[in-house]
């Protein structure tokens, strides 16, 4: 993510005393980030943190370091503090840049120089396809993981957060359901596989290990408007068999029921099924979908929905306004506190799946995922984290 | 600087490897294809590829027939809807627009022709679906796959359509403008009957290219495999539930797939075969020059 | 007799209401999809959409590493297909000179139909023979490199039909002047057959790099969908067309996004096509005077 500053219009002038201070407090990678975030407008300490995914005990260094430059200032809103772009220091562009008051900062992204980069060897390469194959194969370390769509997104931040701590270190995350994850590590094809339930009998005796990174359930969402507060098991069975298809019959407005299945292949199908005693050929749906976010993004498009998801996944996408609720099961609420008391009635692991015990950048990856960083970024996906291995 | 001679020797080397290239092309898709399909095809058999009651490829069942039955809906329904569109289209722009509307009409069609197709797809769930479910739940269906589809098809249908009823021999034209005729009369009794063979070669033409369609459909015919039943259900088709199923399938279920990849492999070419053997071929060929080009 | 005029007169009236009406139908559903387009996705488009990486699956940022990797994967298209469409379409021509045997007409015609027959499979079908052959059994895993390859095998036989047409504008008496001369074949097809062809050799390639743009059923099993800056051929990476389907079916409130994402990708598209096309036109101006 760091943004590569070039120098632009020298000073007429010898640059002043201060000009010299400035340059020399943007000489660091977060601190032109900050700057950088500062110029779309002001921001608060906590958006700055998470545009930038640093410490805040470290930001709030940096930040000091900048107002001391008189780079930014503070701008006192009720309760928080908003930092903004100093006066005498202006937003410029396009391209986005800083006017110092003494020389002026253009924000040149990576984009353009990679872009030329990768646009060059592509067209040099030409009919010599697979040769070019060979060439690129030792260049780059790589962490490839696939499988659940549940993990997916907390794989790729905690992949970006990996990727820190090793310079030149790519980490890749493909979703596609936990069968995937698990035929993926066991063919070699990952490095780890994702998958958001428990490993088989079978898939164990094919010396597959399981280690688990994180708790998450899976709840019955329906959309926020719904009037149904809660759904007996023997009535979410009903629903899902067919035999019960309007609303009306359970205590909502009447209207069609449109029922939400997950496609074969997705773990949390599995465990919906098992939980509920359903055989899949039984289930009548009007809807099959494929990621958890598809789940969500179908039930909150419909009025009349209802669906299941990982817990972890709606309460995220609820936080970010999508209109939906969450039904309690067996009278337990469905949320990230019930798994992590442990009485949520359909909890799972999320592991990452590996063929033999971990080695390598793959276990120091899954150590990563359950240190003190590894757990914030866990718990900041709404899923309940484990504490590191004995 | 190689001689002449030589330089013509190496480029005629060249050019038959490549040709030979693409040949090959075709041979190792369709090799590919049949190798990938092997397992399923030997262990399945193409008898419970059939006649398997649903598809649940993880539990043993392979019923791939309503997944086909969906594609044939979709695909046919499609062009049910774009026909008279296209017609209705072509009709306007050879007898009833004013040349400069109708050249507006033209760069519209060509407009559209380029939109690619996911972006249809996304357009069909934003509008066509929301439309369809306040008539009834759950909007993603049948009926908005074939809506979509047409739309898609309709650009190369109507100036395909055009080039056809526009081929009239130039005596007959005159003959009909000695007469009197309406325009309307020279497209309905001499033009339409005349076009009919190209026009339905146009028709296998967009037949082919609706059934191997992904994107447009499966975001919005809401994917649940069964037959088609009503326009307002939904179904799954071959091409989405590759889309939906190859990231993770695995062992024979892959196979399937590949299976139903051999399935629109066939029934696209035979239905190029047949539209070439109706003349469409040049016609098509033409109809794509021309709006490269106009 | 004169009902009878009356009678068609009014049934002309109607078949031409009928038509308009389609006409508008037509017209409408196509202003309501760019408007669609227009109204939600114009908003977002700027300088930053253009550079900055996405964030929040898509919802916020913008298409940075998406648009360079879409270049690749189109770059990777035309340097694969290019030079083999081109070659074989040299075949093509060759085989219809006058002094080519029966044979080689023979088999020129079967390349013919072969290749319409492959420019006409479904891209999905492209997607699992690439997913099969390179990020299987070339082991190249879900990259832009198996990505490329792919687009390219779809990208051949249009390429190949659209280069022999082209070639084929050549007219037969300068051909015939230049056999008489004794040229070499490369000496006439550098003096003869490519002034005549040359822009519509142009006008096939920019077609088909629009094509490969709009593509999406053949990368999604090939190049995979991480939504970041490439930094390696073998890096998975979405193109724009993969990046707008994730945003309409899997990301929840993506809709603006995807909105954004659709008007750049089509407006691309229609920019490129219409480049060709103008520029086509004018060669043909300037030919003509």
């Not at chain 1, 972890?312 to 992590?340: C, D, F, M, N, Q």
């Not at chain 2, 369709?30 to 397992?39: G, I, N, T």
């Not at chain 3, 031409?16 to 114009?42: I, K, M, N, P, Y």
């Not at chain 3, 659709?262 to 490129?272: C, D, R, W």
């Amino acid at each position: 993510m760091a943004k590569r500053a070039v120098k632009r219009a020298a000073p007429s002038r010898a640059p002043s005393r201060g000009c010299v201070d400035k340059l020399k407090a943007l000489a660091e990678a977060t601190r032109l980030e900050v700057l950088h975030e500062l110029v779309d407008g002001e921001k608060s300490v906590s958006e700055l943190q998470a545009a930038l995914g640093v410490d805040q005990s470290l930001l709030s260094h940096h930040l000091a370091v900048l107002r001391e430059a008189q780079l930014v200032a503070t701008t006192r809103a009720r309760r928080s503090i908003r930092y903004r772009l100093a006066d005498g220091v202006a937003a410029a562009g396009p391209p986005p840049g800083i006017n110092l008051g003494c020389c002026q900062l253009s924000f040149m992204p990576p984009a353009l120089q990679k872009a030329a980069r990768l646009l060059l060897l592509a067209l040099s390469f030409g009919v010599l396809l697979p040769l070019a194959a060979c060439g690129g194969t030792a260049e780059q370390q790589k962490l490839t993981l696939a499988g659940s769509s549940t993990i997916a997104p907390l794989a790729a931040e905690l992949g970006k957060a990996f990727e820190e701590r090793h310079g030149g270190l790519r980490v890749e995350v493909q979703a596609g359901g936990s069968s995937r994850g698990v035929a993926d590590a066991r063919e070699g094809r990952v490095d780890l596989g994702m998958a958001s339930r428990a490993l088989k009998e079978e898939e164990r005796a094919a010396g597959l290990v399981g280690t688990p990174i994180a708790l998450d359930g899976i709840a019955l969402i329906v959309h926020a408007d719904n009037r149904v507060a809660e759904l007996s098991e023997a009535q979410i069975v009903a629903i899902y068999r067919g035999d019960v298809r309007d609303w009306s019959a359970v205590g909502g407005r009447a209207a069609p029921i449109t029922v939400v299945n997950k496609a074969e292949g997705r773990s949390t199908l599995e465990l919906f099924l098992a939980h509920f005693a359903l055989r899949a050929e039984e289930v009548r749906a009007d809807v099959v979908i494929g990621d958890n976010l598809q789940g969500v993004k179908t039930v909150a498009g419909n009025r009349d929905a209802i669906g299941y998801v990982s817990i972890g996944t709606a309460e995220v996408e609820r936080s970010h306004g999508s209109p939906i609720r969450l039904l309690p099961l067996r009278g337990v609420e469905a949320s990230t506190a019930s798994v992590r008391a442990g009485t949520f009635p359909l909890q799972r692991p999320l592991l990452l799946v590996t063929r033999g015990a971990p080695s390598g950048l793959a276990a120091e990856f899954l150590e990563f995922a359950r240190s003190p960083h590894g757990r914030t970024l866990v718990e900041a996906q709404a899923f309940v984290a484990l504490a590191a291995s004995p | 600087m190689p001689s002449p001679r030589r330089l013509d020797r190496a480029l005629q080397l060249a050019s038959a490897a490549a040709a030979a290239a693409a040949l090959l092309l075709l041979l190792g898709l369709a090799a590919f294809l049949l190798r990938e399909s092997a397992p399923a095809l030997r262990e399945v058999g193409l008898v419970r590829l059939v006649g398997d009651r649903g598809w649940h490829p993880t539990r043993g069942a392979f019923g791939m027939a309503p997944l086909v039955a969906a594609s044939g809906a979709v695909a046919l329904g499609a062009l049910t809807l774009a026909l008279p569109l296209a017609l209705a289209v072509a009709f306007v722009r050879l007898a009833y627009a004013p040349p400069r509307l109708a050249a507006l009409l033209r760069a519209l069609l060509q407009l559209l022709a380029a939109v690619p197709s996911v972006v249809l797809g996304f357009f069909g769930l934003v509008t066509v679906v929301p439309l369809l479910l306040a008539i009834e739940p759950p909007g993603a269906s049948l009926l908005a796959g074939m809506v979509v589809l047409a739309l898609m098809v309709l650009p190369t249908l109507a100036l395909l359509i055009e080039g056809a009823l526009a081929g009239l021999p130039s005596g007959e034209r005159a003959a009909a403008a000695a007469l009197g005729l309406a325009r309307t009369t020279v497209l309905l009794h001499l033009a339409l009957p005349r076009a009919r063979g190209a026009i339905g070669a146009a028709l296998l033409v967009a037949l082919g290219r609706a059934l191997g369609e992904t994107m447009a459909v499966v975001l919005v015919t809401g994917n649940v495999v069964q037959w088609p039943s009503a326009l307002l259900a939904p179904v799954r088709t071959l091409t989405a539930n590759l889309a939906l199923e190859l990231p993770y399938a695995s062992g024979l279920h892959r196979s399937a797939l590949f299976v139903a990849g051999l399935l629109l492999l066939g029934a696209t070419a035979a239905l190029l075969l047949i539209a070439s053997r109706c003349g469409a071929r040049e016609r098509w060929r033409g109809a794509r020059e021309e709006s490269a080009r106009a | 007799m004169r009902e009878l005029a009356m009678g068609r007169r009014a049934m002309e009236r109607a078949v031409a209401a009928v038509a308009w009406a389609g006409t508008l139908l037509v017209v409408a559903a196509f202003g309501a999809l760019l408007g669609e387009l227009l109204v939600r996705g114009a908003g977002e488009l700027s300088w930053r959409y253009l550079v900055e990486a996405p964030r929040d699956a898509g919802r916020s940022g913008g298409v940075g590493g998406i648009v360079v990797a879409t270049g690749v994967l189109v770059a990777l298209a035309l340097a694969g297909a290019v030079p083999l469409a081109l070659l074989a379409a040299l075949f093509l021509d060759e085989a219809g000179a006058a002094q080519a045997g029966r044979a080689r007409r023979r088999l020129a015609a079967a390349l013919r139909r072969v290749l319409d027959v492959v420019g006409s499979v479904p891209s999905i079908v492209f997607g699992l023979f690439g997913n099969a052959l390179f990020c299987r059994a070339f082991g190249w895993g879900e990259s832009l490199l198996a990505g490329g390859a792919t687009l390219a095998c779809m990208m051949v036989p249009l390429l190949t039909i659209a280069f022999d047409e082209a070639l084929q504008r050549a007219p037969a008496a300068e051909r015939a002047a230049a056999a008489a001369c004794a040229f070499s074949r490369a000496a006439t097809l550098r003096h003869v057959v490519l002034p005549h062809a040359w822009p519509l050799l142009l006008a096939g390639a920019v077609l088909a790099v629009a094509r490969a743009l709009a593509e999406t059923a053949a990368l999604l099993f090939t190049s995979g969908y991480v939504d970041r800056m490439p930094t390696s051929l073998l890096d998975s990476a979405r193109s724009l067309s993969v990046h707008v389907w994730d945003l309409a079916l899997n990301v929840a409130g993506g809709e603006a996004r995807a909105c954004s994402a659709a008007l750049l990708l089509l407006l691309l598209v229609v920019a490129i096509e219409a480049a060709a096309r103008g520029a086509l036109a004018w060669l043909r101006r300037r030919a003509g005077r």
